[in-house]
């Protein structure tokens, strides 16, 4: 009898230990309600930017209103970073935004290192990306009218990955028959 008594205690603790496991890794990796707010240029020189609804804060009961939410600056152009992450706060009141933080991910390897914001409040003529970030945050009701996209929910990375997907360029039928197929092409030979 002592045995199974072990073993239903191992077997308490080993559930307990993958679901808090489970749950490490879900705030690791966090699942996003990703929504195309702007995209710009075209070729290699196109910028989407991605906003998360899941990181908007709600609006806070002070008089000034703030809301913040996290945007992703995602470039096609492989000399430069995957992409830049903003933290960016509204006062949707006075018709401002501000950088509260910023962090750039390698394209390369992902590794993320922090980047210089100015924290000044900027008039939603500063540019597109935060007229549109604003117009997320501040009216909500027009998210489909403004052309805003939803791309649905899952985490940062399976989201940067459509994006570059998207915006690589495109593949001749015979590529997309022998990505289709898994066929690898022969290395080169010398």
Same mark, same amino acid.
Do not use: H
């Given at each position: &009898?002592?045995?199974f008594?072990?073993?239903?205690n191992? #077997?308490?603790l080993? *559930?307990?230990? *993958? /679901? +808090? #496991?489970?749950a490490i890794?879900?705030n /690791? =990796?966090?699942?996003?309600d990703?929504? @195309?707010?702007? +995209?710009i240029g075209?070729?290699?020189n =196109?910028?989407v930017f991605v #906003?998360d609804?899941?990181? &908007?804060?709600p609006r806070s009961?002070?008089a000034?209103g703030?809301?913040? !939410?996290?945007v992703?600056?995602?470039f096609?152009? %492989?000399?430069?970073? $995957?992409a830049?992450?903003y933290t960016?706060?509204?006062?949707? %009141?006075?018709?401002r #935004? @501000?950088?509260?933080?910023g962090? %750039?991910i390698?394209r *390369? =390897?992902? /590794? @993320? @290192?922090?980047?210089? !914001?100015?924290?000044?409040w900027?008039t939603?003529?500063?540019?597109?990306a935060?007229?549109?970030?604003f117009?997320? !945050?501040?009216n909500?009701q027009?998210?489909?009218f403004?052309g805003?996209?939803s791309?649905?929910k899952? =985490?940062? &990375?399976k989201?940067?990955?459509?994006?570059?997907?998207?915006?690589?360029?495109p593949k +001749?039928p &015979?590529d997309?028959?022998?990505?289709?197929?898994g066929?690898?092409?022969?290395?080169k %030979? $010398?």
């Amino acid at each position: &009898m002592s045995f199974f008594l072990r073993f239903k205690n191992y #077997a308490i603790l080993t *559930t307990l230990l *993958t /679901a +808090s #496991a489970s749950a490490i890794a879900d705030n /690791a =990796n966090p699942i996003g309600d990703w929504w @195309r707010v702007l +995209s710009i240029g075209t070729g290699k020189n =196109n910028i989407v930017f991605v #906003a998360d609804l899941n990181s &908007m804060t709600p609006r806070s009961k002070t008089a000034g209103g703030f809301q913040s !939410v996290e945007v992703n600056q995602i470039f096609a152009d %492989s000399s430069k970073p $995957l992409a830049d992450v903003y933290t960016v706060e509204v006062q949707c %009141s006075k018709q401002r #935004a @501000r950088f509260l933080k910023g962090t %750039s991910i390698d394209r *390369t =390897n992902n /590794a @993320r @290192r922090d980047l210089k !914001v100015s924290n000044k409040w900027l008039t939603l003529d500063y540019d597109k990306a935060i007229l549109n970030t604003f117009a997320f !945050v501040c009216n909500p009701q027009d998210r489909n009218f403004n052309g805003f996209i939803s791309l649905g929910k899952f =985490n940062q &990375m399976k989201m940067l990955d459509i994006i570059t997907d998207l915006q690589a360029p495109p593949k +001749s039928p &015979m590529d997309e028959l022998d990505y289709i197929l898994g066929n690898q092409k022969p290395a080169k %030979s $010398l």
